[in-house]
């Protein structure tokens, strides 16, 4: 409607708006946006005393959004409301939050009346993750504070996981002066996880609901630096075991939300590898200054955690290739900031058994450690057909089999001669079929040997096949050069047995002649 003012931007330490002619009814056809702007730095908490709006069951008609930062981006919002129950206090990430009000031309009631106020501790917090601080962090935080926040897992969501990454409480025995309690709810009557003082940080502590209560109190004197901590919430956290699985950015293919650091780790069996392929990736793009993923970026690190080696680091619209981790664990990390968000990632990954294929001018020789394929029986292991099962030898199940079985078969690949069989590792377990394939080749003349996955995961999902022999598996043919010499033998006795039949026929032949 013409003529009505409303919104603007709030940049008082505290404040009160409400909809237009409040408490009278709201006007039609009208969108108000407020842009609450305090010190970088400090946090914000809004709450709201009055909360009346037309009602739809999806908020299409009137309604009211909070954004956690500047508004019209789809990642900081967190939430959108109408009818008579008001939205819960929200606590801000940063410094900065937005309001926006839209009603439609029919239907008018009597709207709203709301309240902010900067560097106020505790308030409700939602989201997939976030991160909450003691007053004044890091500096020392006051004497007589009492401050609760109280999180929840968004709707559909899975326990939350909170994360203490610096803790300096005062200390006491039964930390009875200055504390951090968690509570197993979303108040202080739910069990109590944990109570917590001095130095020592917290464990990490996982809820067995949806919600989580976190209170600090501080008493009339002597203090210290705080805390800070991170929680996660279901799809933004996990941890995967299994040989193959697949996993994408929260709310992929949707838009994923601002402010989240998600974590993915894989966790496979000794001396297995992982290999991780894209499907699919739009993020925020690189920096136009630096060059760099300095936004939203999606990052890999060997070894599980945050200070292994850094695999790759990726946004945008890039297509990375596939990435094989040194060791049995990984850690993925999704990072995005305060604003634009995209469409996210989708990723799958399969672990690579580690084994040895060499071979010889007649032979394939296949040496897999018993350790990595524990739970399997050997005839789960097989080249070609059932019956060229591995054999338990040692430590390691061995296959050693002749050109001339197990399936195998001649090709010319590149103008040049090859031997390909099919290696199968069967890891199905009741009605669930699991059968991973290695393409096993070997070039005669040069004895070189290698290995290749083709299925290990959904095949409609990898577009290639990938070469698995590496530096690793080289430096393991070089320890393996004795074993493979002595097979060679067979070589060297077929070749001499010909010469020795031939100089026998040139004596024959002579002595017919001289008769």
């Known amino acids: ?243 193959k699985g697949n996993f994408s950015s929260p709310r992929y293919p949707n838009f994923y939300p601002n402010n989240l650091k998600c974590q993915w780790s894989i966790q496979l069996p000794p001396g297995y590898r992982v290999r991780i392929f894209f499907l699919d990736m739009d993020l925020e793009g690189r920096s136009s200054l630096t060059g760099g993923c300095d936004y939203d970026h999606v990052a890999a690190f060997d070894g599980g955690a945050e200070n292994g080696s850094l695999l790759g680091q990726w946004c945008g619209q890039e297509s990375p290739a596939p990435v094989t981790s040194p060791s049995n664990r990984v850690l993925l990390v999704l990072h995005t900031d305060r604003n634009t968000a995209r469409r996210g990632f989708s990723i799958t990954y399969v672990g690579v058994v580690p084994m040895n294929v060499s071979c010889t001018r007649t032979d394939f020789h296949i040496q897999i450690p018993v350790q990595s394929l524990a739970q399997l029986e050997r005839n789960r292991i097989y080249l070609g057909t059932p019956s060229c099962a591995a054999q338990v030898v040692g430590r390691n199940f061995k296959i050693h089999t002749r050109f001339d079985t197990c399936g195998a078969e001649s090709q010319k690949r590149n103008n040049t001669s090859v031997i390909v069989s099919t290696l199968y590792i069967d890891f199905s377990a009741g009605d669930q079929e699991d059968i991973h394939q290695y393409e096993v080749q070997c070039e005669p003349k040069r004895k070189e040997a290698s290995v290749t996955l083709i299925t290990g995961s959904d095949p409609s999902r990898l577009s290639q096949a990938e070469n698995l022999l590496d530096a690793q598996q080289r430096e393991e043919e070089a320890m393996d050069t004795r074993e493979v010499k002595s097979q060679d033998t067979s070589d060297i006795v077929f070749i001499s047995i010909c010469i020795l039949a031939g100089l026998l026929m040139v004596i024959a032949v002579v002595g017919l002649v001289l008769l």
């Not at 409040?22 to 009055?50: D, K, M, Q, R």
């Not at 968690?182 to 949806?210: I, W």
């Open 1 to 243: 409607m013409k003529g009505i003012k409303c919104g603007g931007v709030l940049s008082a330490p505290s404040g009160n708006f409400s909809s237009p002619n409040f408490p009278g009814l709201y006007p039609y056809e009208t969108e108000c946006t407020w842009l609450i702007v305090v010190a970088e730095g400090s946090s914000i908490l809004l709450s709201f005393s009055h909360f009346e709006l037309e009602y739809h069951t999806t908020c299409a008609y009137d309604y009211l959004q909070v954004y956690n930062g500047a508004a019209q981006d789809r990642g900081n919002l967190l939430g959108t409301f109408c009818g008579r129950s008001p939205p819960p206090p929200f606590s801000s990430a940063w410094h900065v939050m937005a309001v926006v009000f839209r009603s439609d031309r029919h239907v008018a009631k009597r709207g709203f009346s709301a309240a902010y106020r900067k560097d106020a501790c505790g308030g409700q917090l939602t989201g997939l993750s976030g991160e909450i601080t003691s007053p004044r962090y890091p500096e020392s935080y006051p004497n007589d504070a009492e401050c609760r926040w109280s999180i929840g897992a968004p709707d559909g969501g899975a326990p939350l996981t909170l994360v203490f990454v610096d803790f300096q409480v005062e200390g006491g025995q039964g930390c009875g002066f200055d504390y951090v309690a968690v509570f197993d709810g979303p108040t202080a009557a739910a069990p109590r996880l944990g109570r917590y003082c001095g130095s020592a940080r917290p464990p990490r502590t996982v809820s067995s609901t949806l919600h989580l209560l976190i209170l600090f109190k501080s008493d009339y004197n002597i203090g210290g630096r705080g805390f800070k901590a991170h929680f996660y919430s279901g799809e933004c956290q996990e941890v995967f075991t299994a040989i």
